[in-house]
């Protein structure tokens, strides 16, 4: 079991690096102590069923690929498809405020606008 352990744990660690998160702010999120999650992370320990699923929604990835790290067709997550390139810009904006991501969003809708009367 200690391999199955070690093998969440370095899914929960990728995960968070993926969304460029701190173990001290997920622990904060979840309300745990920063030191639980480094052994969850680490696999000395295991997370509840509950704190699974939380971690799984923060992280915006499947709870069957954290246990298992297998993905099925039906639940590639959107990242899984994208582009090295366009993973890195995923990655940026999620880092923005969310001001500036409304602004990106505006400015995108509005190139869009133009192209589409360009194209007529």
Known sequence: MTDLKTALGKRLKQAREKNNLKQKDVANEL???????NKYESGTREPD??????LAAL????????LTGERHDN???????LELAEQDLVQ???SLPNEDKQMILTNIEHLLKKASKDNK
């Open 31 to 37: 309300g745990i102590h920063n030191s639980t999650l």
């Open 59 to 66: 992280y915006e990835e499947n709870v069957g690929w954290l």
């Open 49 to 54: 069923g509950e704190t699974l699923n939380k």
């Open 92 to 94: 940026k904006f999620r």
């Open 75 to 81: 639940s590639k997550s959107q990242d899984s498809i």
